[in-house]
């Protein structure tokens, strides 16, 4: 079947404009992830959807940052007034329930250019 | 940062040569994972190890886990110019649902 699937694959925007990265998870997958990976940060965690509980935003670095996931299923990670250091390549990914041991499924990212 | 470590940070070989990456972590784990990436994009899940486990193989992949030591090490065997990627340690945290992501090693494995 398809996997996670992430949209547009690259952004280019100038700063202080809004920008709005989709997701689209495995179907049948209850958990969502997003993360971002730049030179200097690495990898690191956003925000966590599980089911209908509460996200964990425990990752997203600035009130500028806000995600939303509609019916379970699709996710939009949106950044207000953008900065140039949120140039990154931000990455979603799924699994089927969220459990420690669920393989998480990345997508292709959103490669994010702040001018 | 909670980011782990990864050593080394490049590593270039040839084909049929092994590959030794190593992870370490300061943290109580639950479990740890490898993946690899291509070209900076899409991240692929090689291996999961769990906390109680030691070693765990697939295919030409083995990973071993030290937690007394609070380190795993991914071994490629007989690598290929196919395995040339960056490979990352990642670990889930005891109670805690992110993955925590190391450095990352960028492995060149030359024909």
């Known amino acids: 079947g398809a996997g996670v699937s992430q949209s547009p694959s690259n952004k280019v925007t100038e700063k202080g404009k809004d920008v709005e990265l989709r997701c689209d998870p495995i179907s049948g997958h209850t958990a969502l992830y997003w993360y971002r990976q730049s030179l200097g940060q690495g990898l690191e965690f956003l925000i966590y959807f599980q089911g209908n509980s509460a996200p964990d935003k425990s990752g997203l670095p600035s009130d500028r940052f806000s995600a939303e996931r509609t019916g379970g299923s699709v996710s939009t990670l949106t950044i207000q007034r953008t900065q140039q250091e949120d140039s990154a390549v931000y990455l979603c990914a799924s699994s089927l329930r969220g459990g420690s041991t669920d393989t998480q499924y990345f997508g292709p990212g959103t490669r994010l250019t702040v001018l | 940062s909670q980011q782990g470590e990864e050593d080394p940070q490049a590593l270039s070989i040839q084909e049929g040569e092994n590959a030794t990456m190593n992870c370490s972590y300061k943290t109580s784990i639950n479990n740890l994972q490898w993946y690899r990436q291509n070209s900076g994009r899409g991240l692929v899940h090689l291996i999961l190890?769990?906390?109680?486990?030691r070693e765990k193989h697939s295919g030409r992949l083995r990973v071993t886990l030290d937690t007394s030591k609070k380190s795993s090490s991914l071994l490629i065997t007989a690598s290929r110019a196919a395995d040339t990627a960056s490979y990352f340690c990642?670990?889930?945290?005891?109670?805690?649902?992110?993955?925590?992501f190391g450095t990352g090693t960028r492995l060149l494995v030359s024909p």
């Open positions: 190890i769990r906390s109680n486990e």
């Open positions: 990642a670990r889930r945290d005891t109670g805690f649902q992110k993955l925590v």
